[in-house]
């Protein structure tokens, strides 16, 4: 059955073309006229999506064509507009902008055709007249199926200016525009050196800060013309829903415990999602605040986000440190993505050169830099059998990090690096992925895209199982080989 669900990807015509804050404001003035709007960002970002989500009201979900299959991403799609009025997706980077220069994998264009949305383009206009033609124009006949509906100028000098380009896009025959935002005319967003300050930390994160967003969009754009071009997106024929799934937990009597406030943070909500669905239940706890980890739990996943700005915290709470630990020494999975490796980690020194001591289980210390350490998607061969897979089975994902490890953990006894690395250039990494066999912990930088690869979901939860029932749960063993834990 054939469902028109209204859907609008902004995207911009470069980085930094106030794609964010013209989403947020997009969503929030939807919304703020009573409509269920869902968001999507393109691409592996973790922290726009928690501003989407404080918009909306709703889980944010992620679209990514090089890290998930075209079947996963319109599934997924499908499923979560199915109660939603329209869908608004923000795009990521410049339009064609992706992990190749000769395609469009990993773009905003990508995710536009396969889910037939219309595109308004954002182009910073400052200093610009009649060029925005041409740009647009370039834009518009670029890629065979890329619908671009409406312009949107940011950084637009004054009436006259909008007037100009107004004239320039009509007389040309290309899209209109449907809004024209002055400089400083929608609220900044605070950022960090992976990005936005995600909006569970903004101190400004507020309704009233979402309504100056929903006030400021509905002075500059034209909100009809916005939605008459999602509405006017050609009928998208939502799949069937994923397939059905029995559950390798169907009691939902297994638990992963996942680390979650300000300091861990970066995680896709369809991990969760498709967590549920294999019976499998969230534990939600905080390292920065809590003592001990939730009861009765069968694994642990520390996930990515900011521990080095909370070290201090973090190396303070040692009721969650011991909880840890011991947790660590059961036998059970250990998951740690990123900041969760940094954690893992016997200490961080911070970028101010202070130095913490840390959960001293991966056997290394790590080290925050000035500059970027790793930006890219990535694809990882499995050199062993581990948590998410077998030797040999291949998964997607992306580095983003400012963190290093100061000494390799192989060189200690009972760890081997069981990721074999491809950028997505074809280039060949150095061996990652530090996994402690009998201890069932692996610690890496690379964040995998785990829910749209179904084998790594129900290995994981079948060793869950299998363990619970061995009677793991209740069983200590003994302290982790290869060092000591102070």
Sequence with gaps: MT???????????????????????????LRRRGLKVQAFKVGPDYL????????????????????????????????????????IIEGVMGLFDGAQSSGMAGSSAEIAQWLQASVVLVVNVRGMGRSIAPIVAGFADFEEGVLICGVIANHCGSERHRAILTEALASSGQPMLVGAIPRMGIPELRSRHLGLVTADLAQNCSPAVMEEFA????????????????????????????????GTSPDHSICLAVARDEAFHFYYQDLFDELDRRGCRIAFFSPLRESSLPQDIDALYLGGG???????????????????????RSGRPVYAECGGLIYLSQAVTTREAKRYPLLGILPSETRMLDHRK???????????????????????????????????????????????????????????????????????????????????????????????????????????????IP
């Design 306 to 328: 900011y521990p080095e700005e909370f070290a201090e915290i973090l190396a303070a709470n040692e009721g969650m440190i011991d909880s840890l630990r011991r947790f660590a």
């Design 215 to 246: 006030i400021a969009t509905e002075r500059y754009l034209d909100l009809d013309e916005v939605l008459r071009i999602a509405h006017a997106a050609p009928p998208f024929r939502p799949l069937s829903p994923f397939p059905a799934h029995r």
């Design 3 to 29: 469902r028109t669900i209204p859907r609008i990807l902004i995207a911009g015509a470069q980085s930094s073309s106030g794609k964010t804050t013209l989403t947020l404001g997009l969503v929030s003035a």
């Design 48 to 87: 726009d999506p928690t501003w989407l989500a404080a918009a909306s009201g709703r889980p944010c979900y992620n679209l990514d064509g090089w890290m998930a299959v075209r079947d996963f991403v319109e599934r997924l799609f499908s499923r979560v507009t199915r109660d939603a009025d329209l869908a």
């Design 374 to 484: 790793r930006l890219g998607y990535v694809e990882v061969t499995l050199k062993a059998d581990t948590l998410w897979g077998k030797a040999g089975d291949r998964l997607r994902g992306h580095e983003f990090h400012y963190g290093e490890l100061l000494s390799d953990p192989t060189k200690q006894d009972g760890w081997t690096a069981v990721y074999g690395r491809r950028l997505q250039n074809g280039v060949r990494e150095a061996p990652e992925g530090f996994y402690q066999r009998n201890s069932r912990i692996l610690a890496s930088f690379v964040h995998l895209h785990l829910a749209s690869c179904a084998t790594a979901l129900e290995r994981f939860v079948d060793m869950c199982v299998r363990i619970r029932s061995e009677g793991s749960l209740h069983t200590a063993k003994k302290p982790i080989e290869g060092h000591n």
